[in-house]
């Protein structure tokens, strides 16, 4: 859809008091637009544009106190209930090791910045939300009861830009290639060189990088005891089994600006048709399966022995959500985290041994 076919400003705020169930992100799809578009067209009704100056809104979002963080993709929508704190800031990547709330954010990323008040009845619900360039939402800060106002109106006050155009021109998503030339592709064996030469769950990124390989093409071109293809349905499995002994995990959801990282147990796990949900105290999730391609157990090695993750991907080849036994930096990897994940199900075939992993 061209902008010439786009709904106008007002007319976007209509379908919005129209609709007022749907959420934003569905509805703009619905209008055919992007979120970003959707959230600028309320510029002057409820919404003022900011600049999306990272390390200032970090560092003053902890005077703002608690606060719910919402970090999201296509398929999963990952919601944390604390305080911005323990704040390292850089150009090339922010981290955030608050109480409950655990970021990754890559500035870069960051294009468009909203404060918005959005009317409940009574209530007003006020949030500030970052997107990037092509209108994809990068993350959001949504404030609670407990929240100090007048620390947000100054944060809002200090980031304030001189454009509230309620029109954005973004720039074309296009379709982000997973695959690499096979002029250019690294070899099994260049792989599993490399692999075996890790000693950091970091490197692994970097490993991908140098080889220029895509996570999934990695996976298939793996040796099997390092990964392993799973039953889609892995993902709901590991959800009951962790919420029913209460183990303690950390679950990874992102995009290409922030990744959000719950660690601890869950407790409350519901499965509702395609969706699960998790809705405990301070974390909420809330994953679409059905937008699930492939899973893979990853077994990596570290100075520390091996860690083993669980990864989703979906049909483009993006991860959707990951999951790692929680432990310290030098601890080995929980007997029970493993065990779990190395009894979920596996996707029967040729290439996949259905026996026990070997251990370190």
Not at 107 to 127: C, D, H, L
């Amino acid at each position: 859809m061209d902008q010439r076919e786009k709904p106008s400003p007002d007319e976007i705020r209509r379908a919005c008091k129209d609709n007022p169930k749907i959420r934003e992100h569905d509805l703009a799809a619905r209008l055919g637009i992007s979120e970003v578009e959707l959230v600028a067209a309320h510029c002057g009704h409820g919404a003022v544009r900011i600049e999306p100056r990272v390390d200032d809104l970090l560092t003053g979002l902890e005077a703002v106190g608690e606060v719910m963080a919402v970090t999201s993709n296509e398929s999963a929508v990952h919601q944390k209930i604390g305080v911005y704190g323990k704040v390292v800031t850089g150009n090339q990547h922010a981290i955030l090791l608050g109480d409950g709330i655990d970021l990754r954010i890559f500035p870069k990323a960051w294009a468009y910045g909203f404060a918005v008040e959005k009317r409940e009845g009574a209530e007003i619900r006020r949030s500030l939300q970052f997107f990037d360039a092509t209108g994809e939402a990068m993350h959001k800060a949504h404030l609670r009861p407990a929240s100090n106002l007048q620390a947000y109106q100054d944060l809002t006050a200090e980031l304030v830009s001189s454009d509230q155009e309620p029109i954005i021109s973004l720039e074309a998503s296009g379709a982000r290639d997973n695959t690499v030339s096979p002029d250019h592709a690294a070899t099994v064996d260049d792989l599993r060189e490399h692999w075996g030469r890790l000693s950091d769950v970091h490197q692994f990124y970097h490993m991908l990088k140098t080889l220029k390989l895509s996570r999934c093409q990695a996976m298939r071109m793996a040796d099997e005891d390092n990964a392993w293809l799973l039953d889609n349905d892995a993902v709901g499995a590991l959800f009951q089994q962790a919420a029913e002994d209460e183990m303690p995990i950390m679950c990874f959801v992102g995009n290409r600006g922030c990744i959000q990282i719950h660690s601890g147990p869950i407790k409350s796990v519901k499965q509702i048709g395609p969706r699960i949900n998790v809705l405990d105290e301070t974390f909420h999730l809330h994953l679409r399966t059905h937008r699930i391609r492939e899973v893979w157990a990853v077994r990596k090695p570290t100075r520390d022995g091996h860690v083993t993750s669980i990864e989703a991907y979906g049909a483009d080849g993006k991860m959707i959500i990951q999951f790692f036994g929680r432990r310290k930096e030098g601890e080995r990897e929980g007997s029970d985290w493993r065990f779990l994940a190395e009894s979920l199900p596996c996707v029967p075939g040729p290439d996949v041994e259905s026996a026990d992993r070997p251990s370190d």
